[in-house]
């Protein structure tokens, strides 16, 4: 996957792979712990984890994560007090675009240290060729999603 040059829909297909296993919530494959490992968690065995959130980062970002709000109000993320976050989760791929939920840091100090991130019900939809960049980061559990 990915090694031609040529082909726009390498994260694409790395964010297909992670939805089709967020949809399964396991699979039998073993591979290396890459954005495309064949399973959520750290071994085939691992149970109950639904996500692997991910960070974008733009074409024209400069090096800076893409932030989106965790509310459906129109927040400008780079004003000061702003409730953003630049964690998401892939909902749903259609061609090169994709859609994700923003994932919001979880507050709770009992559930934060083995569930650190919250579902909200903000939404966005990203054309991928705008993204040149992909962080995948550790498999977890989501209520809510």
Do not use: H
């Not at 733009?58 to 893409?66: I, K, L, Q, R, S």
């Not at 083995?114 to 019900?121: C, G």
Request: charged letters at 15%.
């Amino acid at each position: 996957m990915c090694n031609n040059s040529n082909d726009s829909s390498c994260i694409a297909e790395i964010l297909t792979v992670i939805n089709i296993l967020q949809c399964n919530a396991q699979c039998p494959d073993t591979c290396l712990d890459t954005c495309d490992r064949g399973f959520l968690g750290n071994t085939v065995a691992t149970l109950g984890l639904n996500t692997r959130p991910v960070m974008l980062y733009t074409c024209a970002g400069n090096g800076t994560p893409w932030s989106m709000p965790t509310t459906k109000e129109n927040i400008d993320c780079a004003s000061v007090g702003a409730t953003c976050s630049s964690v998401f989760r892939v909902e749903k791929i259609d061609g090169n675009c994709a859609t994700f939920r923003v994932l919001a840091a979880n507050t709770d100090p009992v559930t934060s240290p083995t569930m650190p991130y919250v579902a909200t019900n903000s939404f966005f939809t990203i054309n991928l060729d705008c993204v040149c960049a992909l962080k995948c980061l550790n498999d977890t559990t989501v209520e809510g999603v």
